[in-house]
């Protein structure tokens, strides 16, 4: 079992000093902030006893002004340390180091923000949360998205998109003596292979790789090359709100949309022929975006969408008429 300690759910709106500002004995100094998950942590062990695996994910960075500078910064890494520390102390098995106050945060999932597909995401979420409709107009509006994608995307040069949180974890298992798992970009061997025997961390944990070639692991074991990795653009994050979970990157399928959608509905008849890239014919449509990251050039598909298509079709057929009105009405008002 994994209590989920990061990424700015319950957990993290206690810890992080970005966030916490209670003023009971669970705000304030570090101590207090951690004292929730300490009890949470304590409680669960009194019950299952120690021989039970139970283990924390938690942020080692909160960035918790890397979407909106305005904001405090959130823990520190030396805080976070501390945490840590406590974590061990109140009977951890394992640490799973992430970063980020929020989810999904600018640096986590590290990659690509595909504003098409939010633009839906927040139209699902539109009636729920404190800032989904704010949202919703700032991607619905594409004139508003170029705000939010530099807001988004001006912390990203400092990061590298594979092993993001490697330096971070590293700091945290040179403080304790249970096993930590890094998360954030693990799809390259060499990569997954030199921080496991550099001391950076124990494990590393997968997940959009996972998504994109479900077989990765024996692919690796077997020494094959990925033939078409991961391109972490982060749209089977987006998609799963209300899609079955999949890879949502048409890229990956020689940009052909049938040959993608019925790989992801290959979940629910996993018998049928998985798809193999080769020749399709292309159906992309969009504009591509760059977003220049520690160790990349990421570029990213801006993709209209059926409901996008259509609105921009009603506003040119609404321009047109208006235009067509007024030439109309200059004409007969020249003539009279
Ligand atoms: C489809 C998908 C859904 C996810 N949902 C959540 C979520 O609800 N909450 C969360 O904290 N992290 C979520 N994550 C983040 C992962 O737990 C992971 O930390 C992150 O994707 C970085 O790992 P990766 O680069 O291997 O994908 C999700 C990731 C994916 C791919
Ligand atoms: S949609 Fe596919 S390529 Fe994009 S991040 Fe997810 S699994 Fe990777």
Redesign the pocket.
């Given at each position: 079992m994994e209590l989920?300690a990061s990424?700015g759910y319950l957990f993290t709106q206690f810890l992080s000093s970005g966030i916490n500002d209670r003023e009971d004995e669970y705000g304030g100094p570090l101590e207090n902030r951690a004292r929730f998950l300490l009890e949470v942590i304590a409680a669960i062990r009194k019950t299952v006893g120690r021989d039970f695996h139970l283990g924390v994910k938690v942020n080692a960075i909160d960035f918790n002004d890397a979407l909106f500078p305005w904001k405090e910064p959130g823990n520190t890494l030396d805080e976070s340390i501390k945490v840590c520390k406590w974590i061990e102390e109140a009977g951890a098995d394992h640490l799973h180091v992430?970063i980020g106050s929020i989810?999904p945060h600018p640096l986590?999932?590290?990659g690509g923000f595909p504003a098409d597909e939010l633009n839906w995401w927040y139209g699902i979420m539109g009636s729920s949360g404190v800032g989904s409709y704010r949202n919703y107009a700032l991607f619905h509006f594409k004139v508003l998205r170029p705000i939010f994608l530099w807001l988004w995307n001006r912390t990203k040069k400092h990061h590298s998109i594979e092993g993001i949180v490697v330096p971070y974890a590293r700091a945290v298992k040179q403080a304790v003596g249970i096993p930590v798992i890094c998360?954030?970009?693990?799809q390259n061997p060499d990569l997954i292979r030199k921080v496991l025997t550099n001391g950076s961390c124990d494990a590393v944990?997968?997940?959009?790789?996972l998504?994109a070639n479900n077989d990765l692991p024996r692919i690796i074991e077997e020494g094959r090359e990925i033939a078409q990795p991961c391109t972490f653009c982060n749209r089977?994050?987006v998609n799963?709100v209300y899609n079955p979970?999949g890879c949502y990157d048409v890229t990956r399928f020689d940009y052909d949309q049938t040959s993608m959608i019925n790989e992801v509905m290959r979940v629910f008849d996993p018998s049928r022929k998985p798809y193999i890239y080769g020749d399709s014919p292309r159906v992309l449509r969009g504009k591509t975006y760059s977003v220049k990251t520690l160790d990349t050039t990421f570029t990213d598909l801006v993709r209209e969408s059926p409901v996008d298509l259509a609105q921009l079709r009603f506003r040119k057929r609404l321009l047109i008429a208006a235009i067509v009105l007024i030439a109309a009405t200059v004409t007969v008002w020249l003539r009279r």
């Open positions: 989920h990424h992430s989810f986590l999932p590290s998360t954030g970009g693990f944990s997968i997940g959009r790789p998504v089977c994050l799963a979970l």
